[in-house]
């Protein structure tokens, strides 16, 4: 539910965007793309797949998983918290991890979502006595 709204945002931006682009006013618009764009990243989640890109390094490349707590496990940087952060954000932590530790003087991290972990709502049967109807739907929360 929740992947399916930011990309539902995500698409009304490109359509806005595109609108804007066709309009007279296109430094107006310009000047607030960046903004509204930032507001609508994608934050990575649990369960996401993700692939990750340092430009020049083939070795610090990898496709992962972040786990339930949110973490995933870079080489040379070791457990890194992504989770409930942005894509670019994610990518900066990464760059400034390998920066610092003197492993790449200028890193060019790219992140990729290969996946989205759908968040499906929780859902019970009604408990019923021996021998009474059941209900046909099931309640969600």
């Not at 070795?59 to 973490?71: K, M, P």
Request: hydrophobic share 50%; aromatic share 4%.
């Amino acid at each position: 539910m929740r992947a399916a709204a930011h990309i539902c945002r995500i698409a009304a931006l490109g359509l806005l965007a595109l609108a804007s682009g066709l309009s007279q006013a296109q430094p107006a618009a310009a000047a607030s793309a960046p903004v509204a764009a930032s507001a609508a990243e994608y934050r990575l989640g649990a369960g996401d797949v993700i692939r990750i890109s340092v430009y020049q390094n083939p070795d610090l490349s990898l496709e992962t998983r972040v786990s339930e707590a949110g973490v995933i496990s870079f080489p040379l940087l070791g457990n890194q918290r992504v989770g409930g952060i942005s894509v670019t954000q994610a990518e900066k932590l990464l760059a400034e991890g390998l920066k610092n530790g003197n492993f790449v003087k200028n890193p060019q991290v790219t992140i990729v979502v290969l996946q989205v972990k759908a968040t499906r709502p929780a859902c019970w049967a009604m408990s019923t006595a021996r021998g009474a109807s059941r209900s046909k739907w099931p309640i969600c929360a």
